[in-house]
Nanobody, 125 residues
């Protein structure tokens, strides 16, 4: 079992920045690829970013490339999502997830076995 707890969400104006954090506990953190997903009201959950076990590979959905950066600290069992130049369309609940898949930094939600409870990000125009 892996327990994930997100923090760092909030209300920010368009153009602003937020840094989401995800604290992991339980099994060996470095054995898992990590991802961030988001779900806006009335929409399906979508992939935002992922990072490989060692941190050497990252993937992003096109809409956040150049604005969001995913990173991890395996010594501290943490994963982060730095979000810059935020837009109103980034408003969503953001979820941290852990994957034991053999795929490197998977982008599909069904490749992830463990999920956090989510943190709300609201970007005002």
């Amino acid at each position: 079992q892996v327990q994930l707890v997100e923090s760092g969400g909030g209300l920010v104006q368009a153009g602003g920045s937020l840094r989401l954090s995800c604290a992991a506990s339980g099994r060996t953190f470095r054995d898992y690829g990590m991802g961030w997903f988001r779900q806006a009201p009335g929409k399906e959950r979508e992939f935002a970013a992922a990072i490989s076990r060692g941190g050497g590979t990252t993937r992003y959905v096109d809409s956040v490339k150049g604005r969001f950066t995913i990173s991890r600290d395996n010594a501290e069992n943490m994963v982060y999502l730095q979000m810059n130049s935020l837009k109103p369309e980034d408003t969503a609940v953001y979820y941290c997830a852990a994957s034991s898949s053999s795929l490197i930094a998977p982008m599909r939600g069904d490749e992830y076995s463990y999920w956090g409870q989510g943190t709300q990000v609201t970007v005002s125009s």
